[in-house]
């Protein structure tokens, strides 16, 4: 089998081990973070498309060759971009900086491609920035959330595309049945009759976060059983809870007031609240009740 280095990739790998040598005294930074595995990458990567330009991009070399869309999405827009090692500022420099050292580039290809990296890196920037409210503000944020049907999921994952921070799925450590009329009418109704407050496969740990996104679907005119569990068995003292439902028709019922019940000392703010996925108003919807916040 014949495999292809490219001697700059070479290059580069033993000049990053010399530098890494030389700092290895040094304090290393924060851990770059992970997808969930149950995330739709493609999904994801969409939406941070879209962020950085403002719309859906189509045609041309991406539907010519759809698996250079497909890595893009996956890969760069998700993998890369979810990890939240650099900024949008950060990423911006890094890119330039890495740009003006290479040898044989086109100088009017060079100066397209940064006036590129400048207005997308900085149009993602500011569209960040607009839609996070002053509570985000210098603040570590987590987007915990439970799922069944994967409506919830949808939405907490539009939520962390907007605020970034971590994401955690909150997960019973017996499943519920995958058959409907078994989960809702008898699992969850049995649970939500004897007030049973299931035991999960991880309880998380909100002790590093400041805002936390709580999300919810609306069970038998309150929240998912796991998902109080979830408010009980960590300490949400001096913490910013902010919760976002899903429901069938129902709507909000008291969900957000018995969040606060449940998380003692915690403030809780007005929820997002969404029929199902959403319609195409959502993310506006989204979007002006995050800089609301």
Known sequence: MLIAVSPRSLNALNTFMKVADARKDVKAGSEGKVLPKETDKFAYGDNVQVELTGGHIKGGVLEFAPAIDQYLKEHLFADIFARGVLTYQEREIATISALSSIQGVMLKLSVLIV???????????????????????????????????GNTKFIAEKIHS????????????????????E?????????????????LKDNG???EYDVIFVGTPAWWYTMAPAV????????FEGKTIVPFITHGGGG????AQEMGQLAKGAKVLTPFVVYGKGDSQTDKELENWLKKL
């Open 115 to 149: 006036l590129t990296i400048l207005f997308v890196a900085g149009f993602a920037y500011a569209i960040t920035q607009n839609n996070k409210g002053d509570i985000m503000d210098n603040k570590k944020i987590l987007v915990a959330y439970f799922s069944w049907g």
């Open 162 to 181: 907007q605020v970034g921070g971590d994401m955690f799925r909150i997960e019973t450590a017996v499943p519920y049945p995958t058959d409907y009329n």
């Open 228 to 235: 109080m569990t979830f408010l009980e068995v960590n300490n």
């Open 205 to 207: 740990d909100v002790s």
């Open 183 to 199: 989960a809702a009418y008898g699992v969850a109704k049995k649970q939500h009759d004897e007030n049973i407050h299931p035991e």
């Open 252 to 255: 909000k019922y008291n969900i």
